[in-house]
């Protein structure tokens, strides 16, 4: 007799191979599976969130199975103030399943105005400028009669100007009052000459009144300081004006010989010119002069006398 069956024992050794490559089958997926997951399976590609508001941008994220942050905020010349400038990590980047992504919210174009900077010194308007994130520029000087020496009196751009950081900023500073060459009013009218005075922001004053023989009434035997000097605003001008030749009372002469009368009046610095009554009597007293007695003549004045 001779068995037609498989031999004792060999069904169970196969079962036993298919178990085995079962479980290495099962081992290899649960290692792809599981190199998958940590090397792929448990990210996220961070979503594009550039230039949604910050609402939209986290409720996209948070669709994403990601958690938003919002961080700091940051100038933009391209992206409007209140929407989303950049993302950490960026779009398209990795990031674990809630993972946390970074907003930063942009607050538009960085821009400032100009400060005020009219009737600061120089130096305040220089730490002004740098203050808000402005240069300084060309710094020219001007003449003012109403802003201080040193300090500033226009700017350009004007104050309030809206512009770009860095932006120059010329300013103009003053030199203080412009200078004035003093003017030569020697010899004329004192009223012209303080009206000049005013009007060059000078203060013309008369200090002093004299007779002269030499110059009119009303005009300026003299100035202090000198004609051609040079004066700044305010600067004062001292003048002496003339009264005009000094007035002398003429003294009565009548009926004085021409010899008394002549000296009377010589001594007080009069001339005397003489000159001869109608139906003259050849007596040599005075019978008339010219300025008469009491009258008020210059010294040096001529005075003449007609004798009988």
């Given at each position: 007799?001779?068995p037609?069956?498989?031999?004792?024992?060999?069904?169970?050794?196969?079962?036993?191979?298919?178990?085995?490559?079962?479980?290495?089958?099962?081992?290899?997926?649960?290692?792809?599976?599981?190199?998958?997951?940590?090397?792929?399976g448990?990210?996220?590609?961070?979503?594009?969130?550039?230039?949604?508001?910050?609402?939209?941008?986290?409720?996209?994220?948070?669709?994403?199975?990601?958690?938003?942050?919002?961080?700091?905020?940051?100038?933009?010349?391209?992206?409007?103030?209140?929407?989303?400038?950049?993302?950490?990590?960026?779009?398209?980047?990795?990031?674990?399943?809630?993972?946390?992504?970074?907003?930063?919210?942009?607050?538009?174009?960085?821009?400032?105005?100009?400060?005020?900077?009219?009737?600061?010194?120089?130096?305040?308007?220089?730490?002004?400028l740098?203050?808000?994130?402005?240069?300084?520029?060309?710094?020219?000087?001007?003449?003012?009669?109403?802003?201080?020496?040193?300090?500033?009196?226009?700017?350009?751009?004007?104050?309030?100007?809206?512009?770009?950081?860095?932006?120059?900023?010329?300013?103009?500073?003053?030199?203080?009052?412009?200078?004035?060459?003093?003017?030569?009013?020697?010899?004329?009218?004192?009223?012209?000459?303080?009206?000049?005075?005013?009007?060059?922001?000078?203060?013309?004053?008369?200090?002093?009144?004299?007779?002269?023989?030499?110059?009119?009434?009303?005009?300026?035997?003299?100035m202090?300081?000198?004609?051609?000097?040079?004066?700044?605003?305010?600067?004062?001008?001292?003048?002496?004006?003339?009264?005009?030749?000094?007035?002398?009372?003429?003294?009565s002469?009548?009926?004085?010989?021409?010899?008394?009368?002549?000296?009377?009046?010589?001594?007080?610095?009069?001339k005397?010119?003489?000159?001869?009554?109608?139906?003259?009597?050849?007596?040599?007293?005075?019978?008339?002069?010219?300025?008469?007695?009491?009258?008020?003549?210059?010294?040096?004045?001529?005075?003449?006398?007609?004798?009988?």
């Open positions: 007799y001779r037609t069956g498989p031999p004792p024992g060999g069904r169970p050794r196969r079962r036993r191979g298919l178990l085995v490559m079962v479980l290495a089958v099962l081992l290899v997926v649960g290692l792809g599976v599981g190199a998958w997951w940590f090397l792929d448990r990210y996220t590609s961070t979503p594009s969130v550039l230039g949604l508001t910050g609402a939209a941008a986290k409720h996209e994220l948070e669709d994403a199975g990601l958690t938003p942050e919002v961080g700091d905020k940051a100038y933009s010349e391209t992206v409007p103030a209140g929407r989303v400038v950049a993302t950490d990590p960026e779009p398209g980047a990795k990031v674990a399943d809630g993972g946390t992504v970074t907003l930063t919210i942009s607050l538009g174009k960085e821009r400032y105005d100009v400060p005020k900077l009219a009737g600061k010194s120089e130096d305040q308007a220089r730490a002004a740098a203050d808000t994130h402005l240069a300084v520029g060309t710094v020219d000087g001007a003449w003012s009669d109403t802003v201080p020496k040193g300090d500033v009196v226009s700017t350009s751009p004007k104050a309030g100007t809206t512009v770009r950081p860095d932006t120059a900023v010329d300013l103009v500073v003053s030199k203080g009052p412009a200078p004035v060459k003093l003017k030569d009013w020697v010899g004329k009218d004192s009223d012209d000459a303080l009206a000049w005075f005013d009007a060059k922001g000078l203060d013309g004053k008369v200090v002093d009144e004299q007779y002269s023989d030499d110059v009119a009434d009303g005009d300026v035997i003299s202090d300081p000198p004609a051609g000097t040079t004066l700044h605003r305010g600067d004062e001008v001292h003048l002496v004006v003339s009264q005009g030749p000094e007035l002398i009372e003429v003294p002469v009548r009926a004085q010989g021409v010899d008394a009368a002549t000296a009377t009046l010589e001594a007080l610095g009069f005397v010119v003489t000159d001869k009554a109608t139906g003259y009597l050849g007596l040599g007293f005075v019978y008339s002069q010219s300025p008469g007695g009491g009258d008020m003549a210059p010294k040096g004045a001529t005075i003449t006398l007609t004798l009988i």
